[in-house]
C-alpha cells in the first residue's frame, strides 16, 4: 500500500502556480513597460486594466530613430522550477505576433524567449521553459535552452520589425 501510495504522489500532475491572475481589483504594482525610447526610439507602450479586470498591454510600435519594440515586465521573488515545466498564458490577442521572455535571474543580462501568434480569441498558449531560447537586444546568443531550476522575471515583447498599433489582453499567468 505505502508503494502505490508513493507511486499516486509521483506520477500526479504538477500543481499550477499563479504568476499573475488579474480581476476587478487587481493591482498593476511591480509590472512596468520599457519601450525603445531607452535606445532613442519612438514606440509607446501602456498597462492598464479593463473593466471587466483583464491587463491591458498596448500601444503602437514606431520603427522611427532605429526603434521598433514595445515590452511589459515583471520581477518577482524566485520561483522554483523543472526540466518539464511550462509556462500558461491566457490571453487575447489582436492577431500580432508576440513573445514570452523570461530571466532565471532578474540581474542578468540576457533573457529567454519563445514567439508565439495570437489569433484574435481568447486563448491558452502553452510555453515549455525548455524550448525557450538565451537572446540579448534581439540576438541569439551560442548559449543553451533554458535549463535552470528558478526564475525571477518574465515579460511580454512586440517587435515585428514593422511600425504597428498593438493590444494584447491578459486574463492569467501560471508556471507548471
Known amino acids: 500500500m505505502i508503494y502505490l501510495l508513493n ?3 509521483l506520477i500526479s500532475p504538477q500543481q499550477a ?3 499573475a491572475d488579474f480581476n476587478k481589483e487587481s493591482k498593476l504594482q511591480g509590472w512596468y513597460v520599457v519601450n525603445d525610447v531607452v535606445m532613442g526610439g519612438r514606440s509607446s507602450g501602456n498597462l492598464s486594466l479593463s ?7 498596448s500601444g503602437k510600435v514606431s520603427l522611427e ?3 521598433g519594440f514595445s515590452s511589459l515586465r515583471y ?6 522550477t523543472s526540466k518539464s515545466s511550462y509556462i500558461i498564458l491566457k490571453i487575447k490577442g489582436d492577431g500580432k ?3 514570452f521572455r523570461l530571466k532565471h535571474d532578474s540581474r542578468s543580462y540576457y533573457s529567454y524567449v519563445y514567439w508565439f501568434e495570437t489569433s484574435g480569441k481568447w486563448e491558452e498558449i502553452s510555453i515549455p ?3 525557450m531560447y538565451p537572446s540579448f537586444r534581439g540576438r541569439t546568443l551560442d548559449m543553451p535552452n533554458f535549463s535552470h531550476d528558478s526564475l525571477e522575471e518574465i515579460g511580454l515583447l512586440i517587435g515585428n520589425k514593422k511600425a504597428e498599433e498593438f493590444h494584447l ?3 492569467r499567468i501560471e508556471l507548471k
Open 7 to 9: 507511486l499516486v504522489i
Open 51 to 57: 473593466s471587466k479586470g483583464h491587463a491591458v498591454f
Open 97 to 99: 505576433r508576440y513573445q
Open 75 to 80: 520581477a518577482f521573488d524566485e520561483i522554483k
Open 65 to 67: 530613430n532605429n526603434g
Open 129 to 131: 521553459l525548455a524550448e
Open 169 to 171: 489582453l491578459i486574463d
Open 17 to 19: 502556480r499563479t504568476i
